[in-house]
């Protein structure tokens, strides 16, 4: 099959790669029809997340056709339309049962933190992900859900990460009715949660990026208040300004430890082993919120040692909420806010790569060009 391989940092291209088989009786291939490009691939892509083997497939977002099952499969068929959660997990554990799929026990020998993710290197787990032809889902009687007959491929795509991911981190906001949040990143995820800040009753919405298009979507697709960062003396000066000198009641990290890095971050995550990336985005929510606020960190961190202002989140008496989004138990309310035509996901889609170009295609996204701000690739385009 053609698939996305990675060869070192800003280094991948499409080649030939065995087929995947089944290699355990509970495993499906899935051919792909579908995937995305994810923010997160971008530390990836940069060489920012330890242990990305070559050879890698990236890709952790994607919806296809199941083509083969092993015996044990029950509850799908060779010919079903699948979308698929980026987590991989297995029902049965201690965190399964409590719906904490993204922290499943049994799915990643390095499971002290995070449980198996599709494409993200062999800290979580060294699964192959979809940015190629056929892909191996495990577990598949608990991770692939059917696409309803009503949902468009596009849509059911971003059901598989970006966006329940923006709405659980809406979600662990805990937003009030009438909340003032304000959204750090106005990425896919970012975007995504500050369009479910409405959903849950915020009364004002205010986006933060530097990034012009992206400002303009937060606008047009999440009906934000923006503000560029870059255009202002003092990010965090300026929130509270605009906020009665108090703060958000809300503040939504999407941003993260920042997929692009300086030289010193490079060297870490390389040489030393460890996430690259800062935490500048998470101090400014933690300056930005008001006393007694909340933050909800859904942005993605690696284990890095991060100068990150605890001592003011305790004195402010903030709370902090954080994880992975355990993606399948987002979908139920999600379908019916879709079905009811509260949001179209696929809204964000601003390019289609054939697979081929996936090289392009990471060019294209990493350095903000031509206006993109979520690229979908398409194998056999």
Partial sequence: ???????????????????PAVEHPNDAI???????????????????????RVGTTFGHEFIGVVDEVGPSVEHLQPGDRVMVPFNVFCGTCYFCAKGLYSNCHNVNPNATAVG????????????DGGQAE??????????????PEWMSDDDALMCTDALPTGYFGAQLGDIGLGDVVVVFGAGPVGLFAA???????????????????????????????????????????????????LGADVVIDAVGAEADGNRWQHFTSTKLKLQGGSPIALNWA???VRKGGTVS??????????????????????????NQCPVKRQ??????????????????????????????GYHLFSSKLDGCIKPVLVPNA
């Fill in 286 to 288: 933690i300056d930005a």
């Fill in 297 to 322: 960190v859904v942005g993605a961190y690696g284990p890095v040692f991060s100068a990150v202002k605890f001592g003011d989140a305790v004195n402010k008496g903030l709370t902090l909420r954080m």
């Fill in 1 to 19: 099959m053609k698939a996305m391989v990675y060869r070192g940092p800003y280094k991948i291209a499409v080649e030939e790669k065995d087929r």
């Fill in 195 to 245: 369009r479910s800040a409405w959903l849950m009753g915020a009364g004002r919405v205010i986006v933060v990026d530097q990034v012009e298009e992206r400002l303009a979507m937060a606008e047009q697709f999440a009906f934000a208040e923006t503000v560029h960062f870059k255009q202002v003396k003092d990010v965090v000066v300026h929130l509270k300004k605009i906020t009665d000198h």
């Fill in 331 to 360: 979908w139920p309310r999600l379908f019916e806010h879709i079905r009811n035509g509260h949001l179209t996901p696929s809204d964000i889609i601003t390019h289609r790569i054939p697979l081929e170009h996936v090289a392009e």
């Fill in 116 to 127: 198996g993710i599709y494409g993200y290197s062999h800290t979580a787990g060294g699964y």
């Fill in 30 to 52: 899935v051919r792909v029809e579908r995937a995305a490009i994810c923010g997160s691939d971008l530390h990836l892509y940069h060489g920012m997340m330890p242990d990305t």
């Fill in 134 to 147: 056929y892909v191996r889902v495990p577990f598949a009687d608990v991770g692939p859900t059917l696409i």
